[in-house]
Every structure is written in C-alpha cells, then in structure tokens.
C-alpha cells in the first residue's frame, strides 16, 4: 500500500519572462519526515518553496494536501491548511516582546464585549500559549516572555520563529536556511530543535546548504537542478560528495541508481 503524502506538487511551471524557474516540477512531502532540499544557486528551489508556501503561484501544475489539489492565493492561504514558513529572515519585529511576535497577526481578543467591541488583546492568554509552546520545545531558558526580541541572541530568535510555526502549524513547516547566519553552538540547538519538532510528529521541510547539517537530520534528500528534482536520495546510501556532485551536475541520478 502507497503511503499518503502530507504535501506534494505535480508539473510545477513558474516562468519570470523569458526564464523558467520551475520546469514541470515534481515534490512529495510524507507525514512525519524531515525532508531536506538542496540544490545549487538557480536552480529554481526557492521559487518551489515559495509555490508551496503560497508567496508565488505557479503558471501550471497542481500543488496537493494529503491528496487534495489546492491553490494558494497567499501565505495566508497556505496557512489555512496547516503550512508554516520560518523564513531565513525570520519575519519577526525586534521591538515587540516574544508573546507579541508568537502572536503577531494572530492575536487572541478577550471574550465578551471588551474583545468585541472595544477589540481588547488578552495578552495574559497570550502570554501563557507563549510560554506553554516554547517549554514544549526546551526554549524557556529565555529570561522573560515579555523581554524584546532584538535582545535575544540568533539561535534564540530562530527558536522563537519555530515555535510560532509549531504552534500554528497543523500539517507543515517549511524552514530556510535555518542555520545560515548562526554559529556551531546555536546552529547545534537548531538541528536539536528540528529534531524534537519531528518528534512531534510533524513534517519538516529543510532547505539548506549546509551538508553536515543535511545529513545528519534528514530522512530523505530532495535534489534539485535546473528548474525540477532530479532524484530522491536516502542520507544512509549516498555519500555526502555524490550528493554535491548530483546537484552540480558532475553526476547523473543513474549512476547512482536513483530516479525522480
């Protein structure tokens, strides 16, 4: 028996003029995976990523949720059906508190009228769902709840950014170069955390370019060149240089014996 995927995409065609950036792209996400994308500069997997995150729409092909053929007008869209995005930039506001960030755009009002009418924030709700979901994922080494953001350090930020994705999340989180501008100790806390969000049962998507870190979290390697996936691999039975080789075209998927 076939096992459902949680995520995927058939014949993806995006075109900027006359550049095609997705060539009848194909992509499969399973439930509970991390699933790492990797491909060179140009090679079209951001313009995939944003497709399934709902930045970009494609100009043919079909994106599917556990079977179900979608269309993303927006973010926004995707998140209805359960997609969160931690970008690389992290999309959060420095000034405002860790609640106020967990929150942003999803505040919770106060029951009754106050909530209502007068659109009162309970920020005491807000505050406590904050701190249930960053103890959930040993983040509450962070001093207070409601210090600003601009005062935690990289690897404290981009826990912060996973947590409001695991909050929200239902189905999937997608992560850009999470590790991209940290160093060994708090990129270390980063796979650890990617680790426990999979623990949790919820699906990872893992872009990077990072080899190591590639290979020590992924479940399954999704190669990406020229504009489509080139092959699937298993971390266990390809080598870390063959991988490299692939996505740089110094070898074909045959020659290793793996297929889109």
Same mark, same amino acid.
């Given at each position: 028996?076939?096992?459902?995927? $949680?995520?995927? @995409? ?7 003029? %006359?550049?095609?950036?997705? /060539?009848?792209? /194909? ?8 699933? +790492? ?21 494609? !100009?043919?092909?079909? *994106? ?35 609640? !106020? ?11 009754? =009228? ?7 924030? &309970? ?16 983040? =509450?080494? $962070?001093?207070? $709840? /409601? ?16 947590? %409001? @994705?695991? @909050? ?7 992560? /850009? ?14 796979? &650890?955390? *990617? ?8 699906? $990872? ?12 979290? +992924? !479940? ?16 266990? !039975?390809?080598? =870390?240089? &063959? ?6 075209? @110094?070898?074909?998927? &045959? ?6």
């Amino acid at each position: 028996m076939t096992k459902q995927t $949680i995520l995927s @995409a058939r014949g993806l065609v995006k075109r900027y003029g %006359r550049v095609t950036a997705l /060539d009848r792209c /194909d992509f499969d996400l399973y439930p509970g995976e991390v699933l +790492a994308v990797i491909g060179d500069n140009g090679a079209g997997k951001s313009s995939m990523i944003k497709a399934l995150s709902g930045a970009i729409q494609p !100009d043919e092909g079909e *994106i599917l949720v556990e079977g179900k053929s979608v269309r993303f007008s927006s973010p926004i869209g995707a998140r209805e059906y359960g997609i969160e995005t931690v970008y690389q930039t992290l999309a959060l506001s420095p000034a405002l508190s860790i609640a !106020d960030n967990m929150f942003m755009g999803r505040e919770i009002r106060k029951s009754g =009228m106050m909530g209502r009418v007068f659109k009162q924030l &309970d920020k005491a709700r807000m505050r406590q769902l904050s701190r249930e979901k960053l103890s959930e994922l040993g983040l =509450m080494t $962070i001093q207070s $709840i /409601d210090q600003a953001v601009e005062t935690l350090s990289g690897g404290q930020r981009q826990g912060v950014a996973v947590a %409001r @994705a695991a @909050a929200f999340g239902s189905r999937v989180i997608i992560m /850009d170069e999470p590790t991209a501008a940290l160093g060994v100790k708090e990129s270390r806390k980063v796979l &650890d955390l *990617i680790l426990t969000v999979k623990e949790k049962g919820m699906p $990872i998507i893992l872009i990077s370019h990072n080899m190591p870190h590639v290979f020590e979290v +992924a !479940d399954r390697i999704h190669i990406h060149r020229l504009g489509r996936r080139l092959c699937v691999v298993n971390p266990g !039975d390809c080598k =870390m240089s &063959d991988a490299v080789a692939l996505m740089t075209g @110094a070898m074909s998927a &045959d020659e290793i014996g793996q297929s889109a």
